[in-house]
């Protein structure tokens, strides 16, 4: 098909996520299509190159066909792309599995549980965390606690346990049992007939990323922890955008030597290559399910898929073969250097930094009274406008972000901040 073909039937047929589809549908403003990728860099039906200022939606670790994925995903597919997980098992799920739990060595973290996606990683966390506790004699422990303005998912349990309306769909009000908090202070103030029925608490370590790259203040996760361990509540860490490098270790709870009860994994866990998610636990909650009759009745056509764990094994390999975890603080250091250049921009209010994770607050002028009204959706102007500029991300409404593949140099880290800046100069003067 021409690309003028694909253009019309995409008009005709297609439904974006997150995406307002009236002015994505205006005759007058052309789709971007990508269509090749290499490194940081993409390029669309135009032969027009940008580079991915936020990994493909927080997913791409080690950039766009990395010859060490692609042959890993090219040889599975010579043996099987795909088979039943449910009462059979494969070699790389296998092999994955292994690879995960040696990721926390000598942890209590010692179970996998393989599903699709960041959400039904969260689901499978809460629903075990759940039944768990109703099927081994404590059936009051039926609520979870979350915190404001946390995002874990789209699924309508995951969703319930967000703590931002406009992403929780219709009326609000379904899914688990939820108690909503803003901070510490707040849960060391719970009753105890609350704190007595939760069955976990859930966080986005170190950083909230839909509500705009907010900062935890430090020590937070460990205080958390401690809390949870000493109330027995489980934790559940959603690690899905922080997990594999993005703050700098592996893991963000690295940072506050925390090990959950639960790990949810998702987006870089395969490169960003392919859907695969997985949730890591313990032998305690492992244990709680094999008593007659309780089963853990959840789970995917897909779950534990061939291509999907032979990509992030190969994943894996390169961050021991590039070493680039080791590579990263002086990528860091660049990234916190070219921001600090933003600092003292007319328009922009804040920014936010977590390793290679950071979040440009614009505003009209510099005071949090100046903000933007959403409606007139600013921070998607500045991307839009970005474009031409050669830099493709997403804004979380007025807050741009910027998160690269993890291969990124020096040079295009350079580029993408000169893109940033020309864009916001395009849209706020």
């Known amino acids: ?4 073909e694909l253009l019309a039937i995409e008009r005709q047929h297609l439904w974006h996520p997150f995406t307002p589809m009236r002015d994505w549908c205006d005759d007058a403003r052309e789709p971007l299509m990508l269509v090749e990728g290499k490194g940081c860099v993409l390029r669309d039906q135009h032969g027009h190159e940008y580079l991915d200022g936020n990994a493909s939606i927080w997913t791409n670790v080690h950039g766009h066909a990395h010859p060490t994925i692609n042959a890993a995903i090219a040889a599975q597919l010579q043996r099987v792309a795909h088979t039943s997980f449910l009462g059979f098992t494969n070699p790389p799920a ?7 739990v040696d990721l926390f060595p000598g942890s209590k973290l010692t179970r996998v549980f393989y599903s699709d996606n960041g959400s039904t ?3 499978s966390a809460a629903r075990m965390a759940m039944q768990y506790w109703q099927q ?6 039926d609520t979870l606690l979350s915190f404001d303005r946390a995002y874990h998912g789209d699924t309508l349990g995951a969703a319930s346990l967000g703590g931002l309306p406009v992403l929780k769909g219709s009326g609000n009000d379904f899914g688990y049992k939820v108690v909503c908090i803003p901070s510490m202070e707040s849960l060391q103030a719970l009753p105890e007939d609350t704190v007595s029925r939760l069955a976990a608490v859930i966080i986005e370590p170190l950083i909230q990323g839909a509500a705009g790259m907010r900062l935890w203040p430090k020590g937070m996760l460990k205080q958390l922890d401690t809390w949870c361990r000493e109330h027995d509540i489980f934790l559940i860490l959603d690690e899905v955008m922080t997990g594999f490098g993005r703050t700098g270790k592996m893991f963000a709870c690295e940072h506050e030597g925390v ?5 949810a994994l998702a987006k870089g866990l395969s490169g960003g290559y392919l859907p695969l998610a997985a949730t890591l636990t313990t032998e305690r909650v492992f244990n709680g399910f094999l008593g007659e009759g309780q089963t853990f009745y959840y789970g995917h056509s897909f779950t534990g898929n061939q291509l999907g764990c032979a990509a992030a094994l190969a994943s894996l390999q390169v961050f021991k ?3 680039v975890l080791e590579r990263l603080p002086a990528k860091v250091a660049t990234l916190t250097r070219l921001l600090g250049s933003l600092h003292d921009h007319a328009h922009v209010l804040d920014i936010r930094q977590c390793g290679m994770v950071a979040g440009i607050e614009i505003c009209r002028a510099k005071s949090p009274l100046a903000e933007y009204p959403p409606a007139e959706r600013t921070g998607a102007q500045v991307c839009q406008a970005a474009r031409s500029h050669g830099l493709l991300t997403r804004p979380v409404v007025n807050t741009l972000i910027l998160m690269p593949p993890l291969c990124v140099t020096e040079p295009e880290l350079e580029r993408m901040m000169s893109a940033l800046r020309l864009a916001i100069d395009d849209i706020c003067h």
């Open 121 to 123: 990683a969260i689901e």
């Open 1 to 4: 098909m021409t690309h003028a």
């Open 321 to 323: 073969d590039e070493q």
């Open 94 to 100: 296998i092999q994955l599995a292994k690879a995960l």
């Open 136 to 141: 081994n004699s404590h059936p009051e422990r």
């Open 259 to 263: 090990v959950p009860d639960f790990i």
